[in-house]
Structures are given as structure tokens and as C-alpha cells.
């Protein structure tokens, strides 16, 4: 395997009896990559990221991620990644404390280290005011902040995030954007899905699937380059409509 290469994937293929959700997906990432994973609903990219984050079993291919084997070492893979989902990410019934807390003791991080990690993303993200505030009660802007500071609490290799900005506003998605910059500068790997055209600007290199298929992979501007186009919304129009 190449040392470079953190995610690397091959002929990854995921059937549901007759239904073949992803066909046949080859492609790698490269340490501190911002790589974008395009796609419309139903294109096969949430499938395709669950059999990479080891939740779920491929039919048949190869991947490594983390220099680990999708289908004989999907608990290293958990441990050496961070995840973010749209849907669930924090306890809204738990402080903000107590969710770094208790997420820092699922990545089997020492009660020495939760709480220098604590002060560290309390500092960090200006939040001494709420600290002690149910997160339920917190504005959607600085839940997805503290999520993300959360999925790299334990300082993973790779960071896997499923539309991580879905339903904010312009400026906290900015803001966000900064900070999965911060990161990849310091080294993570940022796998990105993303249904906002204008965020796959944003990425080193983006791939795009289509029914199942990745259909394109490049960096944006060598995309827009090959379809004739001057945004990346175009692109994915031109592939969509075939």
C-alpha cells in the first residue's frame, strides 16, 4: 500500500439483492486531502461511505482506509477515523462538557487527556458562555462546530463528514469551511459528501457518482476545464442529465 495514500478503493461494489446501490467504485485519497464525495440523493455516496467507515460490509472489491481492510478490520478503521453524520452527531440532552466528555471516553481517551482536549475546544471555539448549557439548546451553527471539534477529538487520520453543513447559514458555513482547512493543514484527511456545488469548490479534488458510478474525479478546476463550464454546479448538471 502506498504510505500517502490513506483511503485507497478498488472495483467497491455494494448489492441489495438485485439492486447494485454502488457499482464497482476505484479511486484513493492522499494524506491531507480535502477530498469531496459529490452526488445527488440516492446516488450511492451515503452507501458507499458506510462500507469505508467499516458500518457496513461490501459485496465484493477491496478498500484500505487508515491502512486498514474494509472487510477484515473495520474496528481499527473506527479507531483510527472520526465521523460526522448529518443526523446525529451530539446528545441534545447532555451539556456541551459533558458530550466531549463523554465522546473522548468512547475514543478511549484517558480522563488527563478529555480534560486538556476540553479546555483546548472550549478555548478554541470561544464557547466559556455555554459550556455548561444543554447542547439541545444551542443554535444548529455551533452544534455542527462542536461536532466536527468532537469527530477530531482523538486526533484520527481521517475525518469522514456526511454533509456537515446541511441547513446552516452562509456565514457558519464559512466559518466551517475554515476550520476543515485548519485541519487538513495540520495534517487530517477531510472526506467530504456535500449537496452544495459551491462547497465542492472548496476541495482539492472531488469525485462525482452518478446511479452507483463514479463519473468524474479531478480537481475542480480541471473539471470545469473538461465539461466547458465555469462552476462546478454545471458539471454536475452536464453529468446528471447524461
Known sequence: MNSNKVIQ?????KMFGDFTAVNAITF??????????LGANGAGKTTAMKMLIGISNPTS??????GFDVFTQAEDIKKNIGYMSQKF????DLTVKENITFFGGIYGLSKLKIKEKTKEMIDDLGLEDVANQLVGALPLGWK?????????LHEPKIVFLDEPTGG???ITRRQFWEMIYRAAHQGTTIFV???YM????????VSIMVSGKIEALDTPKKLKEQFQVTSMNDVFLKLARG
Open 61 to 66: 472489491g477491496s478498500a484500505h482506509v487508515a
Open 168 to 170: 446552516v447559514d452562509p
Open 89 to 92: 452527531a451530539l446528545y441534545d
Open 198 to 205: 459551491d462547497e465542492a469548490e472548496y476541495c482539492d479534488r
Open 144 to 152: 455542527q462546530k462542536i461536532s466536527f471539534s468532537v469527530a477530531l
Open 28 to 37: 484513493a485519497v492522499e494524506k491531507g486531502e480535502i477530498f469531496g464525495f
Open 193 to 195: 459528501t456535500t449537496h
Open 9 to 13: 478503493v478498488k472495483g467497491l461494489t
